[in-house]
């Protein structure tokens, strides 16, 4: 009999106390159990031109008025693509992608 008056008020008294962390964890900011968001870049300085260079050996592709961005893609008057891989100031640096043929756009 006095076994099960212990178990009883063990019992009772494990109850309780996961009801007390609940209800403190309840009432706890969710704040400090979320997930850290990653800083957002800083924002993109504005120049009033661009300079594309060839990553590979660094020439000239073209100067731009333009805001130019990391993706962005050049076609090249000797119909070179490129793509945008990073920008440093108001220099960017693209990769070249392909080269593209005309002609099979053209109306025969």
Known sequence: MIHKHRYAVLA??????????????????????????????????????YLILDEADGHSLMYVPLVVSVGDEILTEENKLYQVIKIEENRAYARFVKDINLDKYKNK
């Open 12 to 49: 009772g008294i494990i109850i309780l106390s996961s009801l007390l962390i609940f209800s403190i964890l309840h009432l706890l900011p969710l704040n400090i159990f979320s997930i850290q968001q990653k800083p957002e870049p800083a924002p993109q300085k504005v120049y009033d031109y």
